[in-house]
């Protein structure tokens, strides 16, 4: 039964580049649709019957292996599939918000000609199939097939609209850029295979469990390390981020689907997966904090001063991603899944959210030409307001709850410094989305006349050809897109109340009570989880509600300037903006990290690879020794083919010398 | 009185043929000529087989020149056939007109 939920979509992507190119757009959007419908209730049915089995080592679990895939020597991995609380988590999100991005896109995407939705949709499916792999996976290898699979369903997703230049190259940039982390990817998981004799998770995760803790840099520390990397690249994170910001290219569903809810948060989920490995490689998983911290702090800054609406949001996705790698980096790693679900849920709303204002305005994407877009698109404005106050972290919404985790057990413990960085990043992050906000939906209408009646902007290709007179009343989201909207807006409501803080409703964190057993060594059952509840209690409940009150403090303060300086008085922000230049300017310019990378990386590389490796290498060396070859054979050829003469006598000669030499040398010998 | 044939008396017999049989090969200018006279290398090999098998009371001998004796037939017949056909081609049969199959 497991292996129909990858299956499912993989199916509608094979209809989709067949019959579906030939068919109508309800046809293939519906099938595509269907499909993932279909998938969701496959996954909850299988969730069902994993709630319902006897627990095997205190984990719940439902197993399938479909075939034998690799059996050579003591190496034997087959394909097989799990799902244990972690990865039910993850099918549901992949699978339900999956679908309604589908649903979202088969109006977003309405535009396009019958043949290039067919595609779009074969490629949603393709990544949705792939992400599902990945997921479900038990063991390296079979993660590393969906690992691979998303990679290259989103660069072709990144670069859909390909005859654009700049989308086709941020296609490859991701897919560069993903490469290099897989290349650690790789060798972390040889690595474990050296050390463990296993790639199965369980098997790794019993292995591990039986090593000591390392205190200094050991093949633990090693391969965590390297399978972190391959963390970086896929979930955006230092120094392998750059990605992500540029994938704004592809169409907004694809963002909020890839980089919101699915493909970005493998490497956070990887990570959970072999909680028992990375608790044993203390130094990686400070690694993993640091790192995360900083991401999160470098994004949110970056994203106080970026003008187009997705790329906000995009530095706000490796914003947030930077808080799970902190959550799992301290060793929170319920907290750290926790905050990826209900950031699923927020985030592919604002994504969404901005593609219906995008699609309003037939392909506007520059904040500093929307504004006053309240009452023109109530639907949208109300779910994105939902979202928006969610990312912020105000209370009672699943923003709050998840962020607010993860900030307590930072503190708990003890990593005070990255503490007060992720306040502060939580204090960013509500000015930036409020700016956001503010700068899209509120004040006055800042749309030059001619700007989208000419259909001027890139993104229009996509539209409605322009024919729309300026001035007139803008489209809201039509009923496909509203719907999933307003059921994402549901979701990012209520997604937190799973994970109600243990210092306000005892117990009431049953997120983590869930996904615990999947943190754990198989068959270290019992004594850990008597554990557990005893170092919850050492919990200090009034501390937490402080710190709780000082964060919801910080995020209504970050609303607060929000309000001042972009709603109240938007020239003040251009003044603030004057008054420290150098600052803005690096900003705006994204610290230069691109900059950095091309001097220090790609020229390099290049000025190599066309001076050294073309030049000298290939033209030089190889081609050289080539004609070399070719040179001798000619030059002796042309000695020896004097000896055909065409004369019958000569050769009848020859053969009558040869054969008395021969029978000379035997009789005489 | 003639003494009694020995084996060697026709192995030099049968050398000599095949000595004559190679020069008329090298020397003559005619193609005929020097299909006849691979005919001649030919024979003084079938001498050598049938002095051979009586000398070693084997019957071998015999056998194997029947089938040198098929070989030539055939030979001779597809040898002539390309004489004419070379003939018919250049008007002359003597081999160093035929050279121009070469580099």
Same mark, same amino acid.
């Given at each position: 039964?497991?292996?129909?939920?990858?299956?499912?979509?993989?199916?509608?992507?094979?209809?989709?580049?067949?019959?579906?190119?030939?068919?109508?757009?309800?046809?293939?959007?519906? =099938?595509?649709?269907?499909?993932?419908?279909?998938?969701?209730?496959?996954?909850?049915?299988?969730?069902?019957?994993?709630?319902?089995?006897?627990?095997?080592?205190?984990?719940?679990?439902?197993?399938?292996?479909?075939?034998?895939?690799?059996?050579?020597?003591?190496?034997?991995?087959?394909?097989?599939?799990?799902?244990?609380?972690?990865?039910?988590?993850?099918?549901?999100?992949?699978?339900?918000?999956?679908?309604?991005?589908?649903?979202?896109?088969?109006?977003?995407?309405?535009?396009?000609?019958?043949?290039?939705?067919?595609?779009?949709?074969?490629?949603?499916?393709?990544?949705?199939?792939?992400?599902?792999?990945?997921?479900?996976?038990?063991?390296?290898?079979?993660?590393?097939?969906?690992?691979?699979?998303?990679?290259?369903?989103?660069?072709?997703?990144?670069?859909?609209?390909?005859?654009?230049?700049?989308?086709?190259?941020?296609?490859?940039?991701?897919?560069?850029?993903?490469?290099?982390?897989?290349?650690?990817?790789?060798?972390?998981?040889?690595?474990?295979?050296?050390?463990?004799?296993?790639?199965?998770?369980?098997?790794?995760?019993?292995?591990?469990?039986?090593?000591?803790?390392?205190?200094?840099?050991?093949?633990?520390?090693?391969?965590?390390?390297?399978?972190?990397?391959?963390? *970086?690249?896929?979930?955006?994170?230092?120094?392998?981020?750059?990605?992500?910001?540029?994938?704004?290219?592809?169409?907004?569903?694809?963002?909020?689907?890839?980089?919101?809810?699915?493909?970005?948060?493998?490497?956070?989920?990887?990570?959970?997966?072999?909680?028992?490995?990375?608790?044993?490689?203390?130094?990686?998983?400070?690694?993993?904090?640091?790192?995360?911290?900083?991401?999160?702090?470098?994004?949110?800054?970056?994203?106080?001063?970026?003008?187009?609406?997705?790329?906000?949001?995009?530095?706000?996705?490796?914003?947030?991603?930077?808080?799970?790698?902190?959550?799992?980096?301290?060793?929170?790693?319920?907290?750290?899944?926790?905050?990826?679900?209900?950031?699923?849920?927020?985030?592919?709303?604002?994504?969404?959210?901005?593609?219906?204002?995008?699609?309003?305005?037939?392909?506007?994407?520059?904040?500093?030409?929307?504004?006053?877009?309240?009452?023109?698109?109530? =639907?949208?404005?109300?779910?994105?307001?939902?979202? *928006?106050?969610?990312?912020?972290?105000?209370?009672?919404?699943?923003?709050?709850?998840?962020?607010?985790?993860?900030?307590?057990?930072?503190?708990?413990?003890?990593?005070?410094?990255?503490?007060?960085?992720?306040?502060?990043?939580?204090?960013?992050?509500?000015?930036?989305?409020?700016?956001?906000?503010?700068?899209?939906?509120?004040?006055?209408?800042?749309?030059?006349?001619?700007?989208?009646?000419?259909?001027?902007?890139?993104?229009?290709?996509?539209?409605?050809?322009?024919?729309?007179?300026?001035?007139?009343?803008?489209?809201?989201?039509?009923?496909?897109?509203?719907?999933?909207?307003?059921?994402?807006?549901?979701?990012?409501?209520?997604?937190?109340?799973?994970?109600?803080?243990?210092?306000?409703?005892?117990?009431?964190?049953?997120?983590?009570?869930?996904?615990?057993?999947?943190?754990?060594?198989?068959?270290?059952?019992?004594?850990?989880?008597?554990?557990?509840?005893?170092?919850?209690?050492?919990?200090?409940?009034? *501390?937490?509600?402080?710190?709780?009150?000082?964060?919801?403090?910080?995020?209504?303060?970050?609303?607060?300037?929000?309000?001042?300086?972009?709603?109240?008085?938007?020239?003040?922000?251009?003044?603030?903006?004057?008054?420290?230049?150098?600052?803005?300017? *690096?900003?705006?310019?994204?610290?230069?990290?691109?900059?950095?990378?091309?001097?220090?990386?790609?020229?390099?590389?290049?000025?190599?690879?066309?001076? =050294?490796?073309?030049?000298?290498?290939?033209?030089?060396?190889?081609?050289?020794?080539?004609?070399?070859?070719?040179?001798?054979?000619?030059?002796?050829?042309?000695?020896?083919?004097?000896?055909?003469?065409?004369?019958?006598?000569?050769?009848?000669?020859?053969?009558?010398?040869?054969?008395?030499?021969?029978?000379?040398?035997?009789?005489?010998? | 009185?003639?003494?009694?044939?020995?084996?060697?008396?026709?192995?030099?017999?049968?050398?000599?043929?095949?000595?004559?049989?190679?020069?008329?090969?090298?020397?003559?200018?005619?193609?005929?000529?020097?299909?006849?006279?691979?005919?001649?290398?030919?024979?003084?090999?079938?001498?050598?087989?049938?002095?051979?098998?009586?000398?070693?009371?084997?019957?071998?001998?015999?056998?194997?020149?029947?089938?040198?004796?098929?070989?030539?037939?055939?030979?001779?017949?597809?040898?002539?056939?390309?004489?004419?056909?070379?003939?018919?081609?250049?008007?002359?049969?003597?081999?160093?007109?035929?050279?121009?199959?070469?580099?």
């Amino acid at each position: 039964m497991l292996a129909l939920i990858p299956l499912l979509p993989f199916l509608g992507f094979l209809f989709n580049v067949t019959i579906g190119r030939r068919s109508s757009k309800g046809v293939s959007g519906g =099938v595509a649709t269907a499909v993932m419908a279909l998938a969701f209730g496959v996954a909850v049915s299988a969730v069902w019957t994993m709630l319902g089995s006897e627990p095997i080592g205190g984990v719940r679990a439902v197993e399938q292996t479909v075939f034998s895939w690799i059996a050579s020597g003591s190496l034997d991995i087959a394909l097989a599939f799990r799902v244990d609380p972690l990865s039910s988590l993850m099918i549901l999100v992949v699978t339900g918000i999956g679908t309604l991005i589908h649903l979202y896109s088969t109006a977003y995407m309405h535009g396009e000609t019958d043949e290039e939705f067919a595609r779009y949709f074969s490629y949603l499916n393709l990544f949705a199939a792939f992400m599902l792999v990945l997921v479900l996976g038990s063991s390296f290898p079979v993660m590393f097939i969906g690992w691979e699979g998303v990679g290259l369903c989103s660069y072709l997703l990144i670069g859909f609209y390909y005859t654009k230049k700049s989308a086709s190259d941020a296609g490859k940039k991701a897919f560069i850029v993903n490469r290099i982390g897989d290349f650690g990817f790789i060798l972390g998981m040889l690595s474990l295979f050296w050390l463990f004799g296993t790639l199965d998770f369980q098997g790794i995760a019993a292995g591990a469990a039986a090593l000591p803790v390392e205190a200094t840099m050991g093949v633990l520390t090693v391969s965590t390390l390297l399978l972190f990397l391959g963390a *970086t690249g896929k979930s955006a994170q230092l120094p392998l981020y750059v990605w992500l910001p540029d994938a704004m290219e592809g169409p907004t569903p694809v963002s909020a689907l890839i980089h919101a809810a699915t493909m970005v948060t493998a490497g956070v989920y990887m990570i959970g997966r072999n909680a028992v490995l990375f608790s044993h490689a203390p130094i990686t998983l400070e690694v993993v904090a640091v790192v995360g911290c900083l991401t999160a702090l470098m994004a949110g800054t970056i994203g106080l001063v970026q003008n187009d609406i997705k790329r906000v949001l995009a530095y706000s996705t490796v914003s947030q991603l930077g808080y799970m790698f902190l959550a799992m980096g301290v060793g929170a790693f319920a907290g750290g899944i926790f905050h990826l679900y209900t950031h699923a849920f927020f985030k592919a709303l604002l994504f969404l959210g901005s593609g219906a204002v995008i699609h309003a305005l037939h392909g506007e994407q520059d904040m500093r030409h929307m504004g006053g877009l309240k009452n023109e698109l109530p =639907v949208t404005y109300y779910t994105f307001l939902i979202g *928006t106050l969610a990312i912020a972290g105000v209370p009672l919404l699943s923003g709050f709850f998840s962020k607010d985790e993860i900030l307590w057990q930072t503190f708990a413990h003890g990593h005070t410094v990255l503490w007060a960085l992720a306040i502060l990043t939580a204090f960013l992050t509500a000015t930036y989305m409020f700016r956001l906000l503010y700068m899209t939906f509120f004040g006055t209408r800042r749309t030059p006349a001619h700007a989208h009646a000419g259909g001027d902007s890139a993104h229009a290709a996509h539209g409605h050809g322009g024919g729309h007179a300026h001035g007139a009343h803008l489209h809201d989201a039509p009923p496909a897109m509203a719907i999933a909207l307003v059921v994402l807006a549901v979701g990012s409501v209520a997604a937190g109340y799973v994970g109600i803080p243990n210092a306000i409703v005892h117990g009431g964190n049953r997120i983590e009570a869930y996904l615990e057993p999947s943190f754990r060594a198989p068959g270290a059952a019992e004594a850990v989880t008597a554990e557990a509840p005893a170092a919850e209690a050492h919990h200090d409940t009034g *501390t937490e509600m402080a710190l709780m009150l000082f964060s919801t403090l910080v995020a209504l303060a970050g609303i607060g300037v929000a309000t001042m300086v972009f709603l109240r008085a938007p020239e003040r922000a251009t003044a603030i903006a004057a008054q420290f230049g150098g600052l803005h300017r *690096t900003l705006l310019n994204k610290y230069y990290v691109d900059e950095i990378y091309d001097a220090a990386i790609v020229q390099p590389i290049r000025k190599i690879s066309s001076g =050294v490796l073309w030049r000298g290498v290939d033209a030089g060396l190889i081609d050289g020794t080539v004609n070399a070859v070719g040179l001798v054979v000619r030059g002796w050829s042309a000695v020896l083919r004097r000896l055909q003469t065409g004369s019958v006598r000569a050769y009848a000669m020859s053969v009558f010398v040869g054969t008395v030499a021969i029978l000379g040398y035997y009789l005489w010998r | 009185m003639i003494p009694e044939p020995t084996l060697n008396s026709y192995l030099m017999l049968s050398a000599v043929l095949f000595a004559i049989g190679t020069a008329g090969v090298f020397l003559r200018r005619n193609l005929i000529t020097i299909l006849l006279s691979v005919e001649v290398m030919l024979n003084a090999v079938n001498l050598t087989f049938v002095a051979a098998g009586r000398f070693y009371h084997s019957v071998e001998g015999q056998i194997i020149v029947f089938f040198v004796m098929t070989v030539a037939a055939a030979e001779a017949a597809v040898g002539l056939a390309i004489v004419i056909a070379l003939f018919r081609h250049r008007e002359s049969l003597n081999p160093d007109a035929f050279t121009s199959l070469k580099w």
